[in-house]
């Protein structure tokens, strides 16, 4: 009589071997995304960050407002806390972090200061530009959220996700005072 082993059984996944890394921030599920791909996730929500800390600095700097000064200020340094915590992530996962932000962001300084200096910086103009980033920061931190990332990983860019919404609804909020008070 001969015994062999039972086949696999529907539903059953194969078992795949998961390297070990130093710092146990890594996939452990076959489904997960590689190591390289959660690094340029992080990467693409470090230069989300630096563009945040970079557009608030600038809204600081030319809002004609000392009620919104501090606001700006204080969220440029919640956006370069979000953007230290990444770069040890990155770091952490054997990965380079990118310098600087994105070109878009750029963009949006530039035109941050242009209205500055041609005496557009009412602290309603600065807000609507503020707005508008924080747009584009919630819309990447949901991209990267629908990602298979660690649960390590995805601890974080939560939480930075929640944070960018918070700002997002601070932001809106006053944008929506100031109207209200200018109509």
Same mark, same amino acid.
């Given at each position: 009589m001969q015994f062999s082993q039972p086949g696999p059984r529907p539903g059953d996944r194969p078992f795949k071997e998961q390297p070990h890394m130093a710092n146990d921030i890594q996939a452990t599920t076959a489904d997960a995304v590689?190591?390289?791909?959660?690094?340029?996730?992080?990467?693409?929500? @470090?230069?989300?960050?630096?563009?945040?800390?970079?557009?608030?600095?600038?809204?600081?700097?030319?809002?004609?407002?000392a009620q919104l000064k501090p606001v700006f200020e204080s969220r440029a340094s919640q956006c370069a806390s979000a953007a230290s915590?990444?770069?040890? @992530?990155?770091?952490?996962?054997?990965?380079?972090?990118?310098?600087?932000?994105?070109?878009?962001?750029?963009?949006?300084?530039?035109?941050?200061?242009?209205?500055?200096?041609?005496?557009?910086?009412?602290?309603?103009?600065?807000?609507?530009?503020?707005?508008?980033?924080?747009?584009?920061?919630?819309a990447r931190y949901r991209k990267a959220l629908k990602e298979n990332l660690p649960p390590e990983v995805r601890m974080v860019v939560q939480r930075q996700a929640d944070g960018a919404q918070a700002n997002h609804d601070q932001i809106k909020g006053l944008r929506d005072q100031f109207r209200a008070a200018k109509g």
């Open positions: 590689s190591n390289d791909q959660v690094i340029d996730v992080l990467n693409d929500l @470090l230069e989300n960050t630096r563009d945040g800390e970079y557009g608030f600095r600038a809204c600081a700097k030319e809002v004609d407002s915590e990444l770069v040890s @992530l990155i770091r952490q996962l054997g990965g380079k972090a990118d310098e600087g932000g994105t070109v878009s962001g750029a963009m949006h300084r530039g035109w941050v200061h242009v209205k500055g200096t041609v005496g557009a910086n009412s602290p309603l103009s600065m807000l609507e530009e503020c707005e508008r980033g924080e747009d584009a920061a919630v």
